[in-house]
């Protein structure tokens, strides 16, 4: 990735883990009981496209307010994995529908906040983004903390182009 795209991007998760509040893990079972994740208002997914470097981001619109960031190359199926934490770590955690994985990350002091940018690899194919096509959310997990990003209906077709375009 090229220097001048990363450190916007960085900066922005940075800017968001700052004010970010997390929703305590649900209790096992509750997930069914409560039915479909539902979309928060003013958040969702944004997909940009830069030559063969395409984006699928979760934050506020036209803004800096990132909370989870997917990058790939056109055509390569391999994704890079952008997100913000408190403190430093060595993974980073999603699931999706009951699929889940962990990815080994580096971790580094981010720019705008005392927390930690994590960044990890991972492929288009990894169930936990399959799954995440499909269903059109995915949650980050940290200690015993999970995150939902899900998308508004409008948003899916981006999230499905960008798995197209991506390979």
């Known amino acids: ?42 958040l969702d997914w944004f997909m940009n496209r830069d030559g063969r470097e395409v984006s699928l981001a979760y934050g506020v619109a036209n803004s800096d307010e990132v909370k989870l960031h997917l990058l790939c190359q056109a055509g390569s199926g391999a994704l890079e994995i952008t997100a913000a934490s408190e403190k430093p770590a060595r993974e980073i955690h999603l699931e999706s529908g009951g699929d889940t994985e962990r990815y080994a990350a580096t971790s580094e002091p981010a720019v705008v906040h005392e927390g930690e940018l994590l960044t990890a690899r991972a492929k288009t194919k990894d169930p936990v983004f399959l799954r995440f096509r499909r269903l059109g959310w995915i949650a980050a997990w940290a200690d015993d903390v999970r995150e939902l990003y899900v998308a508004h209906p409008t948003a899916k077709a981006g999230i499905e182009q960008f798995f197209t375009v991506c390979g």
Request: positive net charge; aromatic residues 0%.
């Open 1 to 42: 990735m090229r220097l001048s795209r990363l450190i916007p991007a960085l900066m922005a998760v940075s800017a968001l883990a700052a004010c970010a509040t997390h929703a305590p893990a649900p209790a096992a079972g509750m997930a069914a009981a409560q039915g479909e994740p539902v979309a928060t208002a003013g």
